[in-house]
């Protein structure tokens, strides 16, 4: 079974794995990380039978290495948000796992009381209380650039946020273009508003590039270098590993662009798939995965959601999980996912990180990044 998880994640499947009692096969976990997509390639000669993609967007890419799911399993991969990545002409090709809120930003409460700040509840708000900060001699932000998924969850949201229909657009598109939607950009410019401002970033662009999301939390919760950090619901075990004070964690989620707009909720998730061909012990692991209590291990270790439940988890998570749940929430999957290479290393993650490092924490020229960062992005979609 080919997963993209290390370090306590990995430990924690282990957990659920050993909960699922005694098999009549052997399961053996092979971590790809970043490089899961190879796990489809018809010449390895270690093909897993299961494969648990960390992009459910990346489904619709590899149908034609896929095993439809057994008719039992099926309506898993129906339900909201998630059928129309997993399910196509009425076959449905994966089932979920983990469900990912991308949405949440942590925060140490004391630093927040010793300003006399409250959490944001409008985007403007939130660059204000930045502001406020950093004139009483706090760093606001800690940035996890090195992790390129890290820039594009916050680009989403924003977008999501001030362009719902664009990003619906966009996601669906079989040939995106986003350097064509002024959306795009106006998203980018609001980005460059808060990511250029003097100070913003704990350690400047400089380390914000080559911190991966454990150390950007590490910042905040255990160094106290910086306030408040984006990071999805599986940071929780990192924040309470590292937390010099348990008592201050605090957690608040992305607010809305403008008043009386939604709030933007940008959805990620690990689904399970059957690489052609597939075998029934493959298909009695997924079947067992599937059960409502299998995660139970991993969501008493914390940092982990499932689709649709809403209890069993921390204070902090059972908030995220209730707004994944919530009529009439602005919730949309992860869009860099569904964007095909436009959306990869090579695409998005790349233009961004080159944003960032033209406006982060100077007070940059965002106008002209943002026209930059536009014409790089029509290069890529030309290419």
Known sequence: MAVSWSGQELRAFHKVLDGLGTLDYPVEVVPLGDDISTAFGARSTRRPDIVMLPQPGLVPRHLGDLEPMPDDL?????????????????????????????????????????????????????????????????????????????????????????????????????????????????????????????????????????????????????????????????????????AADPKDIGLFTFPPMSPGAAAPVVVGGDVMVLPKPTRDDARDLVRRLSAPDAPDPWIKEGGFLVDGRVSGYSPELTRLAVQLTKPGEQLQFDLSDQLGRLGDINGLWRVLTDFLIQVGGRGGDVPGAVDDAIDELRRVEES
């Open 74 to 242: 099926a309506p898993l991969g129906q339900a909201r948000l998630w059928k129309d990545l997993l399910t196509h002409d009425g076959t449905t090709y994966g089932v979920p796992f983990k469900t990912a809120h991308k949405s949440a930003v942590w925060y140490r409460p004391s630093v927040f009381e010793q300003v006399g700040v409250q959490p944001p509840r409008l985007w403007s708000e939130w660059l204000t209380l930045n502001r406020t900060l950093t004139q009483a001699g706090i760093t606001p932000l800690s940035l996890a650039a090195g992790d390129g998924w890290v820039l594009t969850d916050f680009l989403e949201n924003v977008l999501l946020g001030i362009a719902p229909s664009v990003y619906v657009d966009l996601a669906a598109a079989t040939d995106p273009r986003p350097s064509r939607q002024p959306q795009f950009a106006a998203a980018l410019r609001l980005l460059g508003s808060m990511w250029s401002a003097p100070g913003v970033l704990a350690g400047g662009v400089k380390e914000s590039l080559v911190q991966q999301f454990p150390d950007a939390l590490i910042e905040v919760f255990g160094h106290r270098r910086a306030a408040m950090v984006l990071a999805s619901d599986f940071a929780e075990p990192v924040v309470r590993s590292f």
